[in-house]
Antibody
Framework: QVQLQESGPGLVKPSETVSLTCAVSGFSVSTGFYWGWIRQPPGKGLEWIGYISHSGSDVYNPSLKSRVTISIDTSKNQFSLRLDSVTAADTAVYYC????????????WGRGTLVTVSS | EIVLTQSPGTLSLSPGERATLSCRASQTVRGGFLAWYQQKPGQAPRLLIYAASRRATGIPDRFSGSGSGTDFTLTISRLEPEDFAVYFCQQYDSSLSLTFGGGTKVEIK
């Protein structure tokens, strides 16, 4: 059974870069799915950030595209999110998830990690 | 970008009642690429329905999805105490982008 676990700093200063990693167990990231990031500001709804294929093809939310990079490391069975020039508006719980290849739904999620942007 | 509008924002019902949640898209969701998720406080979302009407593994049959084009519905036939939560719809479009609806909270009346 696939399991995903996010890790990264809980607190980041404005204008800095936040980097998060999602460790995947019970399933190989090299096997035909996509791997995505979704965030949720406190008390608000879900916002899709982007996803990457096992071969490294990536797609991003147009509203975040200029600041986001998602990468995949098949040797470590993990994928990562980099978000540049953060502001308070980027404060959110960040989830990593597995995206089904054809129907594009997220069938497995990590528990999420809270990132707070504050000086 | 396809915008998903969920209604109502909050649904107040009693256990045993039927819940009907709506998700309306600003453009046609081609291929029926529409999913529904349930989220409880402090937890990650859980997939309930994909391809508009297919139940995910392990989801009870009191949950059903329907619709096509721009109008989709999630129905919970008889609310159980564990069903009180927030529900989100999500679509995937030809530009390879995904969007989520704003959510409907189902609360105990």
């Amino acid at each position: 059974q696939v399991q995903l676990q996010e890790s990264g700093p809980g607190l980041v200063k404005p204008s800095e870069t936040v980097s998060l990693t999602c460790a995947v167990s019970g399933f190989s990231v090299s096997t035909g799915f996509y791997w995505g990031w979704i965030r949720q500001p406190p008390g608000k709804g879900l916002e899709w950030i982007g996803y990457i294929s096992h071969s490294g093809s990536d797609v991003y939310n147009p509203s975040l595209k200029s600041r986001v990079t998602i990468s995949i490391d098949t040797s470590k069975n993990q994928f990562s999110l980099r978000l540049d020039s953060v502001t308070a508006a980027d404060t959110a719980v960040y989830y990593c998830a597995r995206r089904e290849q054809w129907q594009a739904f997220f069938d497995s999620w990590g528990r999420g990690t809270l990132v707070t942007v504050s000086s | 970008e396809i915008v998903l509008t969920q209604s109502p924002g909050t649904l107040s019902l009693s256990p045993g009642e039927r819940a009907t949640l709506s998700c309306r898209a600003s453009q046609t969701v081609r291929g029926g690429f529409l999913a529904w998720y349930q989220q409880k406080p402090g937890q990650a979302p859980r997939l309930l329905i994909y391809a508009a009407s297919r139940r995910a593994t392990g989801i009870p049959d009191r949950f059903s999805g329907s619709g096509s084009g721009t109008d989709f519905t999630l129905t919970i036939s008889r609310l159980e105490p564990e069903d009180f939560a927030v529900y989100f719809c999500q679509q995937y479009d030809s530009s390879l982008s995904l969007t989520f609806g704003g959510g409907t909270k189902v609360e105990i009346k």
